[in-house]
Nanobody, 122 residues
Framework: QVQVVESGGGLVQAGESLTLSCAVS????????IGWYRQAQGMQRELVAA???????TYADSVKDRFTISRDNDKNLAYLEMKSLQPEDTAVYYC????????????????WGKGTLVTVSS
């Protein structure tokens, strides 16, 4: 059974940093692409960052230069390092085991985790 589990959320103050982790089990992780999404209250879920199995990555304009997505194929883990957090980054963050063909074009969502809440106070 394939499982996607996020961790690392919490309450931080504006300007601080936080790193989220995504643990994937039950599948060969190295061949999959990973996306981090977020959903603020009352808003649609949006793609924040994605990383291809080959290592290429993409970011939403709103987080570019502040967030970094990475992966450790030996540990079946993906990460989202978030710096200079702002109140508008407050959301539930979801990890997604999806498809990103050759690392170009749109990221296609697949299996979702249950999410982890990030709250940024001003």
């Amino acid at each position: 059974q394939v499982q996607v589990v996020e961790s690392g959320g919490g309450l931080v103050q504006a300007g601080e940093s936080l790193t989220l982790s995504c643990a994937v089990s039950g599948i060969i992780f190295s061949g999959k692409s990973i996306g981090w999404y977020r959903q603020a209250q009352g808003m649609q879920r949006e793609l924040v960052a994605a990383i291809h199995s080959g290592g290429s990555s993409t970011y939403a304009d709103s987080v570019k230069d502040r967030f970094t997505i990475s992966r450790d194929n030996d540990k079946n883990l993906a990460y989202l390092e978030m710096k200079s957090l702002q109140p508008e980054d407050t959301a539930v963050y979801y990890c997604n085991l999806g498809h990103w063909h050759y690392g170009v074009g749109p990221f296609e969502a697949g299996l979702w985790g249950k999410g982890t809440l990030v709250t940024v106070s001003s």
